[in-house]
């Protein structure tokens, strides 16, 4: 597709349950983040993946939370232990080449509740 | 510790009024801001930007304006459509640092609503 796409758009867990959440980034673009929105809030800083580069994890709030990206593309983004507190839309977003002038394309994001 | 503000949850204009949306930061070492407009259920999209060497700059009915004593930075839409309702996130980085200027500090939002 053209765009950012994220999967799955929901994802309703039980407190304790691992989940992963998909983000296959606009072809060609090298540089992909994972942002957070949680009620009421901004959008927080994940993750940051920029071609072969070791990604920047400092957004990253507990070490219940990892991501990898395969192959320069497909990402995932594993919460461990999901607590009530996870429970946010998560934004994944590409970027030609990443820099702080660049314009993100965000996907749609996936709508995490842990009960 | 918000370093980007938008102290304003709502905003309802009507059509073909100047919408007005306010953001200000407290980190002077941003240099780089930009505005991102969302719908319901979708992702933000780029709306528009500036740097910290300009105090304005304007794209079709989007203007935005800069001033940096005043740390404070404005989103112009003249004239609101209906259309344009949505909410807006101010957001800021430092371009210039080098190191992760990719990493965007984003407002808390602020809903527009342009009445018919």
């Known amino acids: 597709g053209a765009g950012v796409s994220q999967s799955p758009s929901n994802k309703v867990t039980e407190k304790g349950k691992d989940v992963e959440l998909r983000c296959d980034p606009i072809s060609g673009h090298t540089a992909l983040y994972w942002y957070r929105q949680s009620l009421g809030q901004g959008l927080e800083f994940l993750i940051y993946?920029?071609?072969?580069?070791?990604?920047?994890k400092s957004g990253l709030p507990s070490d219940r939370f990892s991501a990898e990206r395969t192959g320069g593309s497909v990402s995932t983004l594993t919460i461990q232990r999901t607590q009530q507190e996870d429970s946010a839309v998560y934004l994944c977003?590409?970027?030609?080449?990443?820099?702080?002038?660049?314009?993100?394309?965000f996907g749609s994001g996936t709508q995490l509740s842990v009960l | 510790d918000q370093q980007v503000k938008q102290n304003s949850p709502s905003l309802s204009v009507q059509e073909g009024r100047i919408s007005i949306l306010n953001c200000d930061y407290t980190n002077s070492m941003f240099d780089y801001f930009l505005w991102y407009k969302k719908y319901p259920a979708e992702g933000p999209t780029f709306l528009i930007s500036?740097?910290?060497?300009?105090d304005k700059n304007e794209d079709g009915r989007f203007t935005v304006f800069l001033n940096k004593s005043a740390k404070h930075l404005s989103l112009h839409i003249v004239p609101s459509q209906p259309g344009d309702s949505a909410v807006y996130f101010c957001?800021?980085?430092?371009?210039?640092?080098?190191?992760?200027?990719?990493?965007?500090?984003f407002g808390k939002g602020t809903l527009l609503t342009v009445n018919p």
């Open positions: 993946f920029q071609g072969n580069s070791a990604p920047d």
């Open positions: 500036i740097s910290s060497i300009k």
């Open positions: 957001a800021a980085s430092r371009f210039s640092a080098g190191g992760s200027n990719y990493k965007l500090t």
């Open positions: 977003a590409s970027s030609q080449t990443g820099g702080g002038n660049e314009k993100l394309f």
